[in-house]
């Protein structure tokens, strides 16, 4: 190799899906000169990407059910606050039944003695 010619450590996604072993999600790594080649991914037998997104789902398990927790106590009291308005309208609605200007005509009543 001439000293002008340049070398990268990772070989270029067409370089990798035209080698014949390796997949479009492998990587085929080298650290330079007298380096080891090094596969990850699904070339190397274990699909490492599957593996963490595993890992990641049982970690953020807690956090996605209390979200899913305060949904659903949002939507209930949402629903009882609907409720208690309902109640607080027939409540006044029950008082102004009571008012008896609402069935008798007031009257006056004058006296000249």
Request: hydrophobic residues 35%; charged residues 10%.
């Amino acid at each position: 190799m001439s000293s002008s010619s340049t070398t990268s450590s990772v070989l270029t996604g067409s370089a990798i899906t035209t080698s014949g072993g390796l997949t479009s999600g492998s990587t085929l790594t080298n650290s330079g000169s007298g380096g080891q080649l090094q596969l990850t991914g699904l070339a190397s037998g274990i699909n490492t990407n599957e593996l963490i997104q595993a890992e990641l789902a049982v970690q953020e398990l807690p956090l996605t059910n209390m979200q899913d927790t305060i949904t659903a106590l949002t939507h209930e009291n949402s629903t009882l606050t609907n409720i208690q308005g309902g109640i607080e309208t027939a409540s006044l609605d029950a008082l102004d039944l009571g008012e008896p200007s609402l069935f008798f005509q007031s009257q006056t009543v004058s006296s000249a003695l």
